[in-house]
């Protein structure tokens, strides 16, 4: 079975190197390829340094855009040339027996393709990218096209996954057009990690980019005054650090930005923190907090319809209300408290049973089979 995995626009395998997420993205791939015998090409908006990171590995090519084609330096050039690449490169995607697109963005490529080959189409989201644009308040225009290119993905795919409950719920209230097939396939971890016991007490682990969406600036004024007693480490960039710096000294909060951390060392940092918070104004099928819940972290995050999906309320986590917080009352209400070690265990089965790399793969191969 040979696929093509079209990639986001303007994104690379470089890309995916230079924010530390390379082996985590590749890693279902692999999973695959290894256990049901996948052989994958991936269509990337990358050049030879692609071919470098990704040489000759058993069951994964790589076809990099600009290492066959001139790389226009106006990204509006650049974005009208994909809409003749699907032509350019039909010899080579005549080979494939399923064509797939990775997230919204870019996904006109592999709809030409799919009409020009006439092969099926599985589109595949992490999150809802329509969605998001209203929620950013996007310009109209852009707003406008995200919602054209769903409506056109959701007609002509023969299986359209999303990553949460709350995104099929959306999609059909926003849609009256509906795919051959809407399934539900959530973000993977890997299932294998240690759970440790001696966590840091006294310091509190955020991911994320430094953006509205991520609400740090709520985060960092729930700690007001906690400097000497808490610490706050968040790791990710934004356009906001020097604001979210200069708001953490102005209300005595320490924190600790570690920008970009390579994934394979964050999941060894999830194993150091007690606490995971989340105060994100709306999300997708977050990966970062899969990946707290499964190193055992106590996860507090905020009751959004997407974390409320995988946080059952003092169960296997805690859910917070953003309009009242309260976060310092709740940390000392759950400090040194017993249920934390239940909460720890029963957030890592959770997320073991149902968002488990050779799950999700196997629901995968399951979906392919049913379009050859």
């Known amino acids: 079975m040979n696929i093509g995995i079209f990639f986001t626009h303007d994104y690379s395998l470089k890309s995916w190197y230079e924010t530390g997420t390379l082996d985590k993205e590749l890693k279902i791939y ?18 030879s340094e692609d071919i470098k990171i990704l040489p000759n590995e058993t069951g994964m090519k790589v076809f990099p855009i600009y290492d066959k084609f001139r790389r226009y330096n106006n990204k509006y050039v650049r974005l009208l040339f994909t809409f003749f690449l699907p032509f350019r490169i039909k010899k080579h995607t005549q ?32 999150y809802d990218t329509y969605q998001f644009s209203l929620k ?31 995104d099929i719920k959306f999609l059909k209230q926003s849609f009256k057009t509906k795919p051959k097939k809407l399934v539900l396939r959530p973000n993977w971890v890997d299932g294998n990690r240690t759970i440790t016991s001696d966590r840091l007490p006294n310091k509190i ?12 600036e709520l985060l960092i004024k729930e700690l007001k005054n906690t400097k000497g007693t808490l610490v706050l480490d968040i790791v990710g960039e ?6 979210l710096q200069k708001l953490a000294d102005e209300n005595s909060v320490e924190v600790n930005f570690l920008g970009v951390v390579d994934n394979e060392i964050l999941m060894s940092m999830y194993q150091q923190y007690k606490y995971y918070i989340s ?9 970062t907090i899969l990946e707290a819940m499964i190193s055992g972290c106590v996860v507090i995050a905020s009751d959004i319809p997407n974390h ?38 029963q957030a890592a089965e959770t997320i073991k049973r149902s968002h488990s790399i050779n799950k999700i793969s196997a629901d995968y191969m399951n979906d392919y089979k049913t379009l050859i």
């Not at 695959?32 to 990337?44: A, E, G, I």
């Not at 997230?103 to 992490?126: D, E, H, N």
């Not at 096209?145 to 769903?150: E, G």
């Not at 105060?279 to 990966?287: A, I, L, R």
Request: charged share 20%; net charge positive.
């Open 30 to 47: 692999r999973n695959l390829s290894k256990k049901y015998k996948v052989n994958f090409v991936f269509y990337t908006y990358g050049d």
């Open 95 to 126: 080979d494939m027996d399923i064509i797939q697109q990775h997230q919204l963005a870019g996904v006109w490529v592999s709809l030409i393709t799919k009409l020009l080959i006439k092969k099926p189409f599985y589109m595949r989201t992490g």
């Open 136 to 166: 950013e308040n996007k310009p109209f225009l852009l707003i406008l096209f995200y919602k054209f290119m769903t409506y056109c993905s959701l007609k002509y795919s023969d299986v359209y996954s999303v990553a949460s409950n709350s």
């Open 205 to 216: 682990l955020s991911v994320g980019r430094l953006e509205k969406q991520k609400n740090y």
């Open 238 to 243: 934004g356009s906001l650090l020097e604001n």
């Open 279 to 287: 105060t994100s104004e709306f999300e997708g099928n977050p990966k």
């Open 308 to 345: 409320a999906e995988l946080i059952d309320d003092g169960v296997n986590g805690l859910l917070f209300d953003l309009n009242s917080p309260n976060l310092q009352s709740l940390l000392k209400s759950i400090k040194g408290n017993v249920l934390t070690k239940s909460i720890s265990n």
